[in-house]
């Protein structure tokens, strides 16, 4: 049975996430949330149609009118559902390779679920048994026309022709960015060099994009640009290339808006939210700047609810989910590439050097150790072995020990002034959450 993780539901499709239980979500979303519409988007798995059919046909069988987007950004989708004040659904699997899929949902107005819908949500869902029945088609409407609004916006921020002169590789991870993003640079005036942007349904993530950005570095010895993007699968998050092939991850990008918002005066309570995984090097940075790191657990959904707690306007990961929150409701992989190109321009920066400059990233190891039974503190069954861990950094390292949200996975993260030390203290650690699992 399939629940709610920390970026929505994923899992294996028509196994995990079967057609019958994609609909009794459908049913589930519409009853818990009770929208006026909602709006469905999906990225370009081979699965994303079945699925975003039988999705559609849990929804009407509740009375609510379904528009759909057909393939879309998931930041599109949430401009939708934010603009409409609709509820808005992306059928993606995000990252992960394309024989997954999933469901991330928005309530109305494009904001992620609260902890209490989710489980609202999740209570309904698995309660429910539907049987099959006929979609009403005067209640479902194609709307890909809408799209233009979310295009038109981002253009907006940066404002047509803005970018003239910038050169601009875009690897679109044969997923939902594969159209947009191209169309919205080039509005701005950029060159626009694009890989990667011709899915078949199984090639999305498949060694390309955010996840694989080495593609991109490859291609950026010819590529002439300036400036390169990585994306993932959906869209929502973002890693930088330089024209040196340098891969530049979420915690250098967040510094460098961070920084740049805080010189203007723009950087509202002069703060940014970050999770736990950010580099030290990343908080020392932001030290030196005098700009205060609010810090929340990984996903982000917890980065977005820091956000709106602390009145910030910038948040995201490492991973690349980037979030301005002046802009949108959710990390946006487009709008951060956006800002950080008109940035490059406004300040005649060189990627390949102030990507460098902005923070020194302390040596990080992570250590997935798989478990048989469930820990849900290992840093409180641990604490011990923590404090020696701690002790042997001397207060130039930090260790981070969490229990997977998707999976039965301990993980282990150490930063250190070395590598070696990281990979010595990680894998003293790893070792103490086996035999504290053999134990139990």
Known sequence: MLHFGTDGVRGTAFEDLSVESVRDLGRAIARVLSPTAVVVGRDTRQSGPSLQSALVQGITAE???????????????AFIAET????????????????????KVFAAGGAKLSD?????????????????????????????????????????IIGEGRLSGVTVALDCANGAMSEVAAKVFSRTGAAVDVINAGPDGTNINDRCGATHPEALAAHMANAHAGLG??????????????ATGDIVDGDRLIALAAIDLAQRGLLRNKSVAVTVMSNLGFHRAMQSHDIDVVVTPVGDRHVLEALEHSDLVLGGEQSGHIIYAAHATTGDGLLAGLMLAEYLQRTKSDFSHVSKDVMTSYPQV???VRTNNKIADPADVLAEQVATAERLLAGNGRVLLRASGTEPVIRVMVEAETAELAREV??????????????H
């Open 229 to 242: 993007l990585s994306f993932d699968g959906d869209g929502d998050r973002v890693i930088g290339v330089t």
């Open 366 to 368: 992570l250590v997935n």
């Open 426 to 439: 990680a894998g003293s650690l790893a070792d103490a959450v086996r035999a504290a699992d053999e134990a």
């Open 63 to 77: 009375g609510v009118e379904v528009h759909l987007l057909g393939v879309a950004p998931t930041p599109a989708i």
């Open 116 to 156: 209490a819908q989710q489980v609202d949500i999740e209570r309904e869902w698995h309660a429910v048994s539907t049987a099959e029945q006929g979609i009403p088609e005067a209640m479902v409407h194609s709307a890909t026309e809408l799209l233009d609004e979310y295009i038109d916006h981002r253009v907006s």
């Open 84 to 103: 409409h004040d609709w509820v808005g659904v992306s059928i993606t699997a995000s990252h992960n390779p394309w024989k997954d899929n999933g469901i």
